[in-house]
């Protein structure tokens, strides 16, 4: 019994230590992102949200079986040289112990599976319904060995470029986007027939989904804040999935700026292509 | 070693034919097996821009090769002739040729799994080694094109998923240890068995030399329609995963077999052990999911001569990502239940201590295999429907309840237990701690949220090497330790098994821990080149991983000596009760001169608790036994 009350304060404590210590990681960056930086979109903060609880379920899981292991290893130790005899206490059961195990794991699973997952699953198919997503701007993202297209329907830009004739994604901040996903570009001839996934991800917003060959999908995200390729390389648009040997080259770089700045910008390129 | 059969005996059996080594037959009856039916491949279906070799020539030649590599090793010998009604031939019994040659004895043909593995994780971790290498610098340095560093990882994976994680325990401790742990004299089918120990070789070549045929980028999983367009080289990763597939394959089916029919006197259900339980759900898993991956890789294989429009643009490309995941879910528990088993299978024995809650670490294992054939999408997040997330999630975060249960009874033998800390035991503890952390961190990938943030970053990749080494390496090194007296009847030096041991711990977590790091800053996997911040990061885990790579190699060269040279030890060095220890070391060729009988259960431990096994007298066994 003794052990077991050495034990359990031992792991109340440590895990308190750890929620602490956890807490303050969460809390050191900054802007309040902690350790998962992709946080400038709507989406992204759904994730970090459930990130985090996550860190906090850990904690006291991993404190309990890394604290079990060592206290096992000071403990309960044989010393060497001793002759080896079979342990005192020949325990080969305990409903209490194993009950609980499993009635709490069960718990834990539904809990963790409900909140963060299901409550955030929530919140994401929320913010994908056009009714909560007023006055959109729409991007057609096309992507194609190794390249990103980004055209602006409404603005009459079919393809925006910065200065260098790179790709570039221009975003407004809080603005809701439409960005239609899609293989297969009008304007640009592309032999369709070795077509490829490709994955959309911007790090910075937290975010990825996939442009499947054939289909069109589309996905709604808000830029909340304002960020740059520059100023932040997490902020920048990646193939996420491998898609043949350009994949790590297929990038293009991301600007969120104001909507005054973003309209200015839009009239410049819409008047270039 | 096996004794020598006395000299009249030898004289009366027939005298082996094979008139140059085995190996050496076989290379040269795949040569010509490949050239000949690459020939008629390309005489029958000629294509105007490879006059020589086409891509219907390569795979009808591979198949060639195939059957050449298996008949030139002993198929012709011990298979077809005798089919023909000449004598068998002796198989080889003593001397280091048998395990270069056809083999019956179980003993020689795990260990023959054994090294293919070894041999093949020392490739693929030099592989390994290579990418971490070019991943020093945000520019290209070692692999100057990403489809040479692309392939690499394709290889690197490949290799060590199907010739190391799921054969190492399985083909390798399984085929040595089930039977003599079950108490019997042989394996169901030792003739299919010594074949396909055959198939892990050409397996491994066949993929290590696919780039020569068109090099290809798609990674281990082959992803369509990236496949479709994809180098021909791909067309030599189906073949090669086929042919180290079937191989695991006949092993479920003969250890299943074995554990089924072949269990001595009163080895009942509830007394077999714990390793041998986690083989049979291992090989019940492989005998469901192998198949309907290998049928995938046909119609993949298919889709890419034909083509037959399955799965590129023209057909269902997700379809062949529910198929790959379908069997790759299962694939990890695969690769795990072995190391969950001889976690519980070690720490009675070294803790003194009766393993805890034994009915519950065997369900755990049970419902693993149940539950592993419903989770399959949830490396699908990014390319699903939101309806299917919800279910998917669902199910993923169940699984982690029955793998729980390993923690659970090795928690409570642990408990009062008198342990011992001697490497396997440390191994063990580690592998526990590694398994946490791959656990716990996929607690953050089943979260959909989190995951489309998360997936097909590092996070990802140091999630799965965390589940893969830090499980299943671990624990494969644990066991091999704790069985080299049985193998050998030689020790290990402590200081240097724990030494290694702390070596690979140490650097294990210093390289993979980074990996979440470097995931959640925004690496993405498959890239050669990567944006510039991340260099310093890249650069540091890369010394690590270098650590590893070299703590591998101190393990590996220490169990090698240990195995040759050590100190000579007992016959039962750490007291263990289960029945590969009731026989001499290493054992006799036919594992027990007596079978033993089983009275008792080979987990309880205390005062006055009766020995398990009883070794009958001669005169009382059966005589065909
Ligand atoms: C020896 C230390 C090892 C190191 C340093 C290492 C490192 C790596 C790296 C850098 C990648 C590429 C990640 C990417 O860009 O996607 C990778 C992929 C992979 N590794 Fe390892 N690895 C090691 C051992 C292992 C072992 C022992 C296994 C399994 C038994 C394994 C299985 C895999 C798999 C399945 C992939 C994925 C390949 C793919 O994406 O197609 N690795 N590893
Ligand atoms: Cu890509
Ligand atoms: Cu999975």
Redesign the pocket.
Known sequence: MGSVLVFGLLWVVISLLGEWGATTWINSAPDGTGPYFGTASNLGVIGAHAFDFLVWVAVPIFVFVVLMIIFAMIKFRAKRGEKVIDAPKQTRNNKVFVGSWILISILVNLLVWLHPNASGLEQVFAAQLPANNPNPLVVDVTARQWEWIFSYPQYNITQSLNANGQDTLYLPVDRPVKFVLRSYDPFHTYDTAIDVIHGFWIPAFGVKYDVIPGETRVIYITATKLISTEQNPMARVQCSE?CGPGHPYMEANLHVVTGLAFAKWAKQQASRS | MAQPLPKGQMASMPKRIAPWPPVLRAFLWAGIGFVVLAAIAAWLDPSPNSPYLTAVGSVAGWFGALIGWLLGIGGYDYIVRPMMGYPTPRVRTSGWRRYYEYALDHKVIGLQYLGASTGT?LV??LI??A??FQ?MNYQPTLFHYPEDYLNA??I???L??FT??TVAMVGGLGNYFVPLMIGTRETMFPKASGISVWLVPIGVLTISMSPLLGQWS????GYEPLAASDGSGLLYYYLGVFALTTSSLIVAINLTATILFKRTKGMTWNRLPLFAWGILTVSLLNIIWLPEIQATFILGMLDKVMPLNLFNVFGQPLGYEYLFWLFGHPEVYI?VIPALAIWNEILPVMGRKSLFARPIAVLGLVFVMLLSGMVWAHHMFTMMRFSEMLPFSFFTEMISIPTGFAYLAAIGTLWNSRLRITTPTLLVLMSMFNFLIGGLTGLFLADVPANLQLHNT?FV?GH??YT??GG??FSWMAAMYYWLPKFSGRTYSEFWGKLGAIWVFIA?NA?FLNFFILGLHGMN???SAYPKYLQPENFWTSIA?FF??AG?GINIIHIVWAWIKGPKVKENPWDAKTLEWQTSSPPPAKNFDVLPEVVGSFYTYGDNVPDPVVIPSVQEQTPGL
Request: aromatic share 18%; hydrophobic share 70%; proline share 0%.
């Open positions: 491998v | 994780f693929a971790g390994a080694m990418m971490r991943l990882v394709g690197h994976g490949t060590m998923m190391v994680a798609t990674g281990w999983r690769v590092f990749v799965f090497h893969i080494i299943m390496v294990f390289t996997r498959w890239v991983a590893l790579g591998f």
